[in-house]
């Protein structure tokens, strides 16, 4: 995500306060706060005010959470949803048309970075997976290491798994493993991606940020940045690795006498890519990517390929680049321009490709959904029959104050199994610790529709 300039919006408490009652009140929203404590609004209920096209509805059905950084669906249909600071992963379950959060959480990483002073450090991204032949499943979790002996702040990202049992309608989540261990994802204070999801191919997928501070780096004046360009160690990259954290051997850069870290790159040249997704239709990676102010990226991630970071922002053919442009040489064939860019960021977060028309209209089947932080803005996008091309790219969601409270906005996106699309909130001010939830966005026509 963005620097500390844009996720580190902090009002004194008493203003932060008085500045909710007042937006509340004036909305009408405030009969909730009247009636119910503010930690405890009821749920499900509508979002207040979102902007979506006709015949769908926002609905809030988790809430008084603190920062839900994650987000992600298992295999028995049950939402998990991780808190950054905490470390605690909560579930719900969904009967009857309804989602019941459970009270306590699914999981908590006791050596989970918990100070928001560590800015995008924390629960960094979930995901839940299957092994078909077994039937064993497991939740992954990407998440910051706390300080560990003589460290003055955490470094370390790390990847660990739990084993997922089912008691009843209880989930159950069983000893940890470490699959990818922390002294190979060493972090900076921000830049930690977090991406995480399986393939086609039954491999894990992650993205790491090159963990730089802001800033484009030129040969002459190498920054922390240029690690991205340096397909040796694990920032600024997508890996790819076995179920259990082993570097793959058809990977692009195995040669003789690479490091573990070399042989696990799927991808490199990028800066912070925070989400990542498979397109069902011709099974491609794409990613989110936090640019600095500037030019925040769509991408289409190629095995082998490089996405240009610190030497290029947006297209390689805009105006801006031309600067940049004579000191980078990508290997032929290696560099990979983004499908689409935003030149003023917008801190693209959230990624998702709608599963089928399950519960979206079918002029929505297999389209491309794109989130981002601030102003809490969620795009359809349109592809062309390459998959390759974007046609057309049109605001879907949004969601002003009240249920945009001061600094939300949406950190992690995804559809359920019941074609239903989730998104997780994450607040950057605010005292009570519990002003975040999961929204659930649905077209109720289909419903409707398919009862007459
Ligand atoms: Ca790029």
């Not at 920032?235 to 006498?257: H, K, M, W, Y």
């Not at 070399?262 to 989400?275: D, E, H, M, P, W």
């Not at 936090?290 to 053919?317: C, F, K, T």
């Amino acid at each position: 995500m963005k620097g500390a300039t844009v996720m580190r919006i902090v009002l004194p408490p008493l203003r932060t306060v008085t500045f909710v009652c007042v937006i509340a009140l004036l909305s009408g929203f405030g009969a909730f706060l009247l009636l119910q404590n503010k930690n405890e609004l009821a749920t499900p209920r509508p979002v207040e005010k979102a902007t979506l096209p006709e015949g769908f509805t926002a609905t809030v059905v988790v809430d008084g959470r603190w920062r839900l950084s994650a987000l992600a669906f298992l295999s028995g249909g049950e939402m998990v949803y991780g808190e950054k600071e905490t470390g605690k992963v909560f579930w719900a379950k969904r009967k009857d048309d309804q989602w019941t959060p459970a009270p306590e959480p699914l999981v908590t990483l006791a050596d989970c970075a918990s100070d928001d002073k560590y800015c995008e450090r924390g629960l960094c991204g979930l995901t839940g997976w299957k092994d078909k032949e077994s039937g064993k499943e497991w939740l992954y979790i990407y998440y910051t290491l706390k300080a560990i002996g003589a460290e003055k702040q955490p470094t370390k990202n790390q990847i660990v798994r739990f084993p997922i049992t089912r008691e009843g309608e209880t989930l159950k989540a069983g000893t940890s493993e470490v699959v990818i261990p922390g002294d190979i994802l060493s972090a900076g204070w921000n830049h930690n991606g977090g991406g995480i999801v399986f393939g086609p191919d039954g491999m894990l997928y992650f993205s790491n940020g090159e963990n730089g501070k802001d800033g484009v780096a030129t040969v002459a004046t190498a920054s922390k940045s240029w690690e991205a360009q340096n397909y040796k160690n694990l920032r600024g990259v997508i890996a790819r690795v076995s179920q259990t954290g082993e570097a793959l051997a058809d990977n692009p850069f195995v040669e003789e006498g690479a490091g573990r870290e070399q042989k696990s790159i799927f991808a490199y040249g990028l800066r912070n890519t925070y989400r990542i997704a498979f397109d069902p239709v011709k099974g491609a990676l794409f990613g989110t990517e936090n640019g600095p102010n500037d030019w925040d990226e769509l991408n289409i991630i190629p095995r082998g390929g490089n996405l240009g970071w610190p030497l290029v922002r947006g297209r390689m053919d805009d105006p801006h680049n031309a600067k940049m442009k004579p000191h980078f040489k990508p290997a032929p064939g290696s560099y990979a321009d983004p499908i689409d860019a935003w030149a003023r960021c917008p801190s693209v977060t959230g990624i998702a490709f709608e599963p089928g028309a399950v519960n979206f209209p079918a002029a929505y089947k297999h389209e491309l959904f794109v989130a981002a932080y601030l102003g809490s803005i969620i795009w359809r996008v349109t592809l062309d029959e390459s998959r390759t091309k974007v046609v057309s790219r049109e605001q879907f969601f949004s969601m002003p104050s009240p249920d945009r409270l001061p600094g939300a906005g949406i950190a992690d996106m995804a559809f359920g199994p019941d074609g239903k699309l989730y998104l997780s909130t994450t607040t950057y001010d605010g005292d009570n610790k519990k002003n975040d939830r999961v929204i659930m966005i649905e077209w109720k026509s289909k419903a409707a529709e398919e009862k007459k």
